[in-house]
């Protein structure tokens, strides 16, 4: 059974950074991309907003229109991992944060982590 585990949340003041990781474990093929999505508080009947995603093959990158400039996703795809650099962060960046994994030839993100909290307070 595949597993993506987050780690590296917790708690930063306004303009401070955090850098979040995600493994997978129990998986052998290579993800096609891999991603992170955000959930804040008192929207959990909202879709998860997307954050930034990698693809395996060129390492083409793209960000939400919210973090642009300032959080960095980087991989090693032959080991499927995924990491988020987050500078400059902002009270409005407090979220759940989830890691997420989409197989080749698959429309839609088919693996998802349990998430890690990410506190911004100002």
């Known amino acids: 059974q595949v597993r993506l585990v987050e780690s590296g949340g917790g708690f930063v003041q306004a303009g401070g950074s955090l850098r979040l990781s995600c493994a997978a474990s129990?998986?052998?093929?290579?993800?096609?991309?891999m991603a992170w999505f955000r959930q804040a508080p008192g929207k959990e009947n909202e879709s998860r907003e997307f954050?930034?995603?990698?693809?395996?093959?060129?390492?083409?990158?793209s960000y939400g229109h919210s973090v642009k400039g300032r959080f960095t996703i980087s991989t090693d795809s032959g080991e499927n991992t995924v990491t988020l650099q987050m500078n400059s962060l902002e009270p409005e960046d407090t979220a759940v944060y989830y890691c997420?994994?989409?197989?080749?030839?698959?429309?839609?993100?088919?693996?998802w982590g349990r998430g890690t909290q990410v506190i911004v307070s100002s």
């Open positions: 997420a994994g989409r197989s080749p030839g698959v429309g839609n993100f088919d693996d």
């Open positions: 954050v930034a995603l990698i693809r395996s093959n060129g390492g083409e990158t």
């Open positions: 129990g998986r052998t093929l290579s993800y096609a991309a």
